[in-house]
């Protein structure tokens, strides 16, 4: 991990400034957790209202770190909260879901219980294309998707 602290101050307060940067990009994904209990959240932005997500929690804790200039002797933490943001992330986006659903819809299933790929389709003109899907029963929906 590169210290910040050992950096030119323009690169330190560069840096410090793209995290900062990400942090307020990163509300927009993980919003503040509204308690409406509390009178003087009203006060504040809207954005900047209740408490603010652990995945965003680690970042402004590394920035607090950076800008302290104590980065060398906590690059073990660093370490840790990038770890644990990345985590965070990866846990709410979901990735393995998400390719697990995109390898589901780039099957055709056919009536007669096979499978073509949309690679199998586009390996072929379109007009071939056409013709070949025009020859094989497609289930339901690939049908209305494929008349669209």
């Given at each position: 991990?590169?210290?910040?602290?050992?950096?030119?101050?323009?690169?330190?307060?560069?840096?410090?400034?793209?995290?900062?940067a990400l942090v307020e990009v990163g509300r927009f994904y993980f919003?503040?957790?509204?308690?409406?209990?509390?009178?003087?959240?009203?006060?504040?932005?809207?954005?900047?209202?209740?408490?603010?997500?652990?995945?965003?929690?680690?970042?402004?804790?590394?920035?607090?770190?950076?800008?302290?200039?104590?980065?060398?002797?906590?690059?073990?933490?660093?370490?840790?909260?990038?770890?644990?943001?990345?985590?965070?992330?990866?846990?709410?986006?979901?990735?393995?879901?998400?390719?697990?659903?995109?390898?589901?819809?780039?099957?055709?299933?056919?009536?007669?219980?096979?499978?073509?790929?949309?690679?199998?389709?586009?390996?072929?003109?379109?007009?071939?294309?056409?013709?070949y899907l025009a020859s094989l029963e497609i289930t339901g929906q690939h049908?209305?998707?494929?008349?669209?």
């Amino acid at each position: 991990m590169r210290s910040l602290a050992g950096s030119g101050s323009f690169a330190k307060e560069e840096a410090l400034a793209k995290l900062s940067a990400l942090v307020e990009v990163g509300r927009f994904y993980f919003p503040n957790k509204l308690e409406k209990h509390l009178s003087r959240e009203a006060e504040k932005d809207s954005a900047y209202q209740g408490h603010r997500d652990v995945a965003l929690d680690y970042l402004v804790f590394t920035y607090v770190i950076c800008k302290s200039g104590e980065d060398i002797e906590h690059v073990d933490h660093l370490r840790k909260l990038s770890r644990l943001f990345t985590s965070r992330v990866f846990d709410a986006l979901n990735p393995r879901e998400h390719n697990r659903r995109l390898k589901m819809s780039s099957f055709i299933r056919l009536s007669n219980a096979d499978t073509i790929t949309l690679a199998d389709i586009f390996d072929k003109s379109a007009e071939a294309a056409e013709v070949y899907l025009a020859s094989l029963e497609i289930t339901g929906q690939h049908k209305k998707d494929w008349n669209r």
